[in-house]
């Protein structure tokens, strides 16, 4: 496990506050992000990923436009999307949009493709959400044909037909790197083993442990398929600070403030500070000093059997200051002690 694990950072450029509690721009939020990208790259994390979204509150509507910013900027760090709505998109465009990025970034690029937990990109780009489903799976079998052919013959629902279709650029070396976002939906499970990509779990809540019913579920599929399983990843929420008492400070406000906004949204009650504390105890929020964030790593990769661990760092309006300090203490103290711990 120890020389396996990927440790990673993600966010969705929530749009951020200055340290004097004014908001700042979309425009200066998503500079602020590219800066981050480029520290974790310094810094030796492994993985920077960018969620997509269009709505006030997050700054990153066309992640890959940021990635290649990021790469022009860094060596080794590995970019990609978390997530990208590929229900909303052309999966054409998003294939030669990553393939651009991967030859940028000299092979560097990822995709994790996903539903969408928002839908404000279906009405922006004319998609019905009554064919919420029959979209993603009409293009994941468009885009996995993209990945592995250099012409491209395909039939579905949701487009026109192509055939013997060639679509560039090529990736240079192997296959794009491909995962599957998946909150829950055991059927986005068996799809990702049917379609042979990697699983990323999107734990945003409650005990982690909660999903090795879907690790299993992905494992039995493949051994079905008589293929080795792609690798499981899991996203979730977290931020690092000298203390546990400081960070949960630090933390709280700006991440009650996105929480029941979008809480709001979906009639959930407001957060309060009993649950605060029992989801970064028990549940999926890595909030605290770098050994408490560590040690919650580290069992949540022995318990799913995890290669990657993506921290979303950013929440609310959260300061970029304090974003640094962050990424700062996760990629020299954390990343180090969990793998000391799982060695």
């Known amino acids: 496990m120890a020389a396996q694990l990927e440790l990673g950072v993600d966010t969705f450029g929530d749009v951020m506050n200055g340290l004097d509690g004014r908001p700042l721009s979309q425009a200066q ?41 990021i790469a022009a900027r860094t060596k080794r760090i590995r970019l990609g999307s978390a997530v990208t709505v590929l229900s909303s998109d052309d999966p054409i465009r998003v294939f030669q949009r990553f393939s651009t990025l991967d030859a940028i970034s000299n092979g560097r690029a990822e995709v994790i493709l996903g ?15 009554s064919k919420y489903e029959e979209l993603f799976e009409d ?35 192997g296959e794009l790197t491909t995962w599957i976002g998946v909150g829950g939906s055991p059927e986005s499970v068996v799809r990702a083993a049917r379609y042979d990509l990697g ?10 442990k909660r999903f090795r019913p879907y690790v299993d579920l ?43 906004r979008i809480g709001g949204e979906r009639g959930w009650a407001p957060l309060g500070q009993a649950e605060y504390i029992q989801e970064i105890e028990y549940g999926s929020l ?4 770098p050994e408490t964030v560590a040690r919650k790593i580290a069992a949540t990769a022995r318990a799913l059997g995890a ?30 002690r969990v793998r000391e711990l799982l060695g």
Not at 199 to 208: E, T
Not at 230 to 248: K, L, M, N, Q, Y
Not at 286 to 289: D, E
């Open 29 to 69: 939020t998503l500079r602020n992000v590219v800066e981050e990208g480029a520290l974790a790259d310094q810094l030796g994390v492994d993985f920077f990923g960018l969620g997509e979204h269009h709505r006030a509150d997050f700054a990153v509507s066309a992640p890959e436009v940021a990635l290649a910013a």
């Open 115 to 129: 539903r969408g937990s928002f839908t404000e990109s279906f009405p922006l780009f004319g998609f019905p959400l």
């Open 139 to 173: 293009k994941l079998d468009l885009f996995v044909k993209l990945i592995r052919n250099e012409a491209v013959t395909w039939s579905g629902e949701t487009r026109p037909p192509l055939k013997e279709q060639g679509v560039f650029p090529r990736i240079e070396n």
């Open 199 to 208: 699983l990323m779990l999107a734990i945003i809540g409650g005990d982690p």
């Open 218 to 260: 992905y494992q039995r599929a493949y051994a079905q398929l008589k293929k080795p399983p792609r690798p499981i990843g899991v996203h979730s929420p977290g931020f690092v600070g000298r203390t546990d008492e400081e960070a949960r400070a630090e933390f709280y406000p700006d991440y009650k403030s996105m929480r029941d």
């Open 286 to 289: 890595y909030v605290g000093s």
């Open 307 to 336: 290669q990657r661990f993506d921290m979303k760092y950013s929440a609310g309006g959260l300061a970029h200051e304090k974003i640094i300090g962050c990424i700062e203490l996760y990629a020299g103290q954390v990343m180090p």
